[in-house]
């Protein structure tokens, strides 16, 4: 199968049930309302080594947040509930509660499952409760003015781990291959791309042969440069680059989306050569999303 | 003590010693060496409730960077040395060494005291050592080409907590001066300030008087929506919004500047009427940073 | 009538016809695609001196640009066809054609007028026809690559000058109403505010009465800063700054829902007192605007 | 000569005199102070079809503007003078002075020839002449406060023209390269790159072939993707993209350092192959900067 001259490989993506939980950040500004949402999710790339999986999820308008200011949605991620709930709940705490004109709302009012962050508990007694929107809420007083608040979040069983790779020849191309795919599914509401501009640069594999204390190392198979060293190689000939974008969703239908305006996006950059997508051959996660089928 | 109209109070910042690391981030270009850089300081606003207090320091132009190519400088700072070398770590680890073209250098080489970063161990095996300008690193095979590293970052026991206030009558005015005091700070190598877009709308004191099991909680005597009831208030007459800037720096002299500028900045704007600063009466923190001294 | 306690003043926004272009740019990335729609809308904040009104629209997802890569959807205005005419080929040929990887499309498929591009003579016999999504695109050699544009771009009667003004007791609050009303307006199809960041500081009156050579001067009766020696001064009362939005549009409804969307965005910013808009009494303009109609 | 790996080849560019002007533009916060200088050298890639070639120089920090706010140096050329002074006026009054919180002073207080732009006519009586920091200014009420310039900007005779070609394989890697030229020569002062984010796409030659009616067209013996029709191509063997930086500056050596700096950067970028310049084989333009010369 080919899209704009760009191979897909018949392979799947293979994903993993996860916990996910969702908050609307709003501010004054539409700039201050992102800056908020940036910093709250942070140092959030890989549940790996990071306390969360976390990302901007898309710009909400002022006509319709419950305070009628500009915002942005976030996606913060966890397979264990306990952790999402302690994340989630430092994560507003830390940087949305301290951040000028913040406010922040329930991401998922419909989510049957919620958690409690119970932020008022900052207020020491000065806080009272309002309703925003038809939201119930907490107002708090700060030095800054005031920090609206609800204290329930709705969380759902949503999807980790959906995956696809960008082949090049060329580093660069593979790279603005990895960008386009990013900014298709930037836009895109219940799903997010974690790492650092939504791409990863060095796909791990769990363990290490030689270092045994380490839980996770670098996916040698894969690794262009030492092609020549590793007899099970997977670098298809030619390759010189390989970008990977990992995406976590509120569903199966939101990853698969996001995979496939992802892939087409990147097939529409010149030098993209090959998409493919990473698995353990179907023996550790649920979910097999195969590439052909996000395009029948 | 007035500057362009706005007084300045006779009072001071309290600030701590803390241990204070840099990394050198780089990239294939400005803007994807800054997108690492953020992700590595997120979710870092103070270590009451975050691992680290992080942030992005300056822009290294290509021509004095180790591999010729654009940076970020970034610092990330702990009271406690041992958190310190996990957070350099697990901030590297995660966010630079997973990211697309990154490489990250030791941001003080000259730095007496040195932690080890052992970030080679990801190559299990295939990793090898090179000179980069003059510094001896390791380039480790990943999917996207290769990733070069130091693995020693120097560290100096510097600052925390350098702070002022700015209050206005209005919201607003409040906020374009912090904003502008933070632009000011920006450019300045050795100080950052690590809040959500360098502000802090929530000063807190130490416990709280009603929910004894709260760390800390907010500082009512600084609140001005709820001036009326605070017999005590420190919210003068006519303000109703009083941002802080918080100020983290390798050294006295380095938070110096910084809140030196960052006034002088606040007081160009508009509607600006009072700086001030935090302070625990000088009973905690053994640096006392007069704000008169700063004009000296 | 009030919204969110500002005061609607019960005026209206005097509006003139205005014949309006539109152009899709499209590039291999999203950042190109801005890029390049800012560059070719710079220059064009008025019609009084600039050649055109201008502005960068809102931003096309790669799933619905004929050539499936992302796009901004740009606005060039003129009351003159003739001198529309120029400028949307002057603008096209010395901002787009020029940038890398860019291509130009027909904003306005439907409009039943159009005006003639004709780009590809730059292609000096080498360029040739091509068919893109459904488009009639020629594709011109270049150095980068090809450039890819249509040469019929479809124009329609709209309207230019909707207005509101933004008062403030403080400029700082003024200031940020006047930003959010800008991004409010930001991502409505069909609507733009050509001046700096979409504000104007400076509203002036047609000619001069000291300066008899000026076309335009500044409108001392909206001027705070000499309210005092104004005996008609229409500043009211505890006013000290005042912000205009300018919007122009393809309809008297996209300039409607400009409005409206704008001035409920300004509406929620601290200290914005009073919502008005410019008009010559009805004399000038056909399109009377009253800002109270847009909230029935 | 090789860097990097990348051939530079023995050739030179030819560059032209031209006269240079340079504008302060300082606004309330440096956010603004660059959409302002953004919107005021819009339109201006090239003096073969726009009114003046102009560009953001460089970010100037609060503690060195006459007003102590943040500003940005801007660029403004044409080989006229006469040109030229309508250019800048005509730019700092529709861009500059009707943007919200601007100012704007004379870029080149040490320049011997000096150009009028007499913008407080605008104030039609009701400006007045103040002092900010040791400049003879006009403050001119507006709506949104008072207007702040000088009324004298200094001109020098500087170069256009200056440039070199990036070459790749692969159109990706060829404009990764241009950027990070761009990014190289970004904080350079006095020197721009006027084309949309400083890259030329589509170098041109003087008149055309086929469509005499024509002053440019494509230079298609550096077309790579029309290579085989081109028996006098200059398209190296396996070069499939070629993007310009094109450079003015306010001296031969600002337009020197910008060009090696720039040559540096792109030749850091994975997969850039050849270094080139323009020239008209020394027939037109007065200053030949040979490319080898830079690196001595």
Redesign the interface.
């Known amino acids: 199968m080919e899209i704009n001259g760009v191979k897909i490989d018949d392979t799947f993506a293979e994903a993993f049930p996860c916990w996910v939980s969702s908050a609307l950040v709003t501010a ?5 309302a992102q ?2 949402s ?9 549940c ?3 306390a969360a999986e976390a990302g901007v999820d898309y710009y909400v ?3 319709t947040t419950p ?4 915002g942005y949605s976030i996606m913060i991620c966890n397979p264990s509930k306990k952790k999402l709930k302690e994340q989630v709940l ?2 507003l ?10 406010a922040v709302f329930n991401g998922i009012p419909t989510a049957e499952e919620k958690i409690p962050v119970k932020l008022h ?6 806080e009272r409760q309002v309703k925003v929107g038809n939201r119930d809420c907490w107002a ?8 609206i608040c609800e204290e329930e979040y709705g969380i759902v069983k949503g999807v980790a781990g959906g995956n696809f ?1 960008i082949m090049s ?12 795919a990013v ?2 599914i930037d ?1 895109l509401p219940g799903a997010i791309t974690s ?3 939504g ?6 594999k769990v363990g ?4 045994k ?2 839980g ?5 198979v ?5 092609r020549g ?1 590793i007899p099970s190689t997977k670098v298809p000939e030619g390759i ?5 974008i990992v995406i976590d969703g509120v569903s199966v239908e939101s990853v698969n989306t996001a995979m496939r ?1 992802g892939i ?2 990147a097939c ?4 993209v050569k090959i998409i493919s997508a990473g698995n353990y051959g179907g023996k550790l996660g649920p979910y097999q999303i195969k590439l052909h089928d996000l395009f029948k």
């Open positions: 004054v500004s539409r700039n201050w800056k908020i940036i910093e709250a999710t942070g140092f959030a790339t890989s790996i080594g990071c308008p002022p006509d305070d009628r200011r500009p430092e994560r705490a830390e940087c949305v509660l301290t951040a000028p004109t913040a508990f900052f207020g020491d007694g000065y708090i007083p700060t030095m800054g003015g005031e920090f790779f020849d060329n580093q660069m191309s593979a790279l603005m291959g990895a960008e386009a900014e298709a836009g790492f650092p501009g791409i990863v640069a060095s796909g791990s290490s042969s030689k270092y204390f380490m996770a190392s670098t996916n040698e894969y690794c262009p440069t030492i060293k010189n680059a390989i970008f990977e305006e087409e996006a529409g950059v010149p030098g």
